[in-house]
């Protein structure tokens, strides 16, 4: 079967300093992903997505940047956080080709920047 | 673009009774619709879906039917419970592109 690991659990850093949360996928190969961000009692903002390794699409502008350096690896950096990067991130995977799949979801990154 | 509308919450019930969320889409083709549960603290779940236009997707008591006529697919529950208390959001995969809504909260009170 397959699971969706994300660390750390929960992350408070200060503002100005850098970012790095990790998701991988196990039991399957060359899925896509997916990093959201959820704001305290918002919906979920798409932020990036990825088909392949290297492949990395932005959903939005923002000070965040996203890496696949493995199949089934996927990281979500930044060089210097702002306050407004606060909130609860979600990383999700879905296979490839097939119309009717369901996006899953790991566990997520509760992220306080002070 | 393709989108997802749904109620705002919070809704708050009380135990046994009955749960309609309403949800709506814009999208083109034929896309596929979901709900999930997302419980305090803790990712989204898949509680159902549907691949195409009349089907019906049922867990847990909760079901929700493809209205392509009406683009809905309105969660319901006959009877909720106080641990079906969470975020509920409705969702549709076009193309290997996900859309959510902004979320339903429910509160279920003994």
């Known amino acids: 079967s397959q699971t969706i690991h994300q660390w750390p659990a929960t992350l408070v850093q200060p503002v100005g300093s850098p970012l790095s949360l990790e998701c991988t996928v196990e039991g399957t190969s060359n899925p896509n992903l997916y990093w959201y961000r959820q704001a305290a009692g918002r919906g979920l903002q798409l932020l990036f997505y990825s088909v392949g390794i290297g492949q990395i699409s932005s959903e939005v502008p923002q000070n965040l940047s996203a890496s696949r350096p493995q199949d089934r690896q996927f990281i979500l950096s930044s060089k210097k956080l702002l306050l407004s990067d606060s909130g609860f991130y979600l990383c999700?995977?879905?296979?490839?080709?097939?119309?009717?799949?369901?996006?899953?979801f790991g566990p997520g990154t509760r992220l306080l920047v002070l | 673009g393709d989108s997802v509308t749904q109620m705002e919450g919070p809704v708050t019930l009380s135990e046994e009774a009955f749960l309609t969320i309403n949800c709506t889409y814009t999208?083109?083709?034929?896309?596929?619709l979901f709900w999930y549960v997302q419980y305090p603290g803790e990712g989204l779940q898949l509680l159902l879906k549907a691949t195409k236009a009349d089907d019906k997707g049922s867990n847990k008591g909760f079901e929700a039917t493809y209205r392509k006529e009406t683009t809905s697919f309105h969660l319901e529950k006959g009877s909720v419970q106080v641990s079906d208390s969470a975020v509920y959001f409705c969702a549709l995969n076009n193309f290997n592109k996900f859309y959510f809504g902004s979320g339903t909260k429910l509160n279920v009170k003994p």
């Open positions: 999208a083109t083709g034929y896309p596929s």
């Open positions: 999700a995977w879905s296979r490839q080709g097939v119309r009717s799949e369901t996006q899953y």
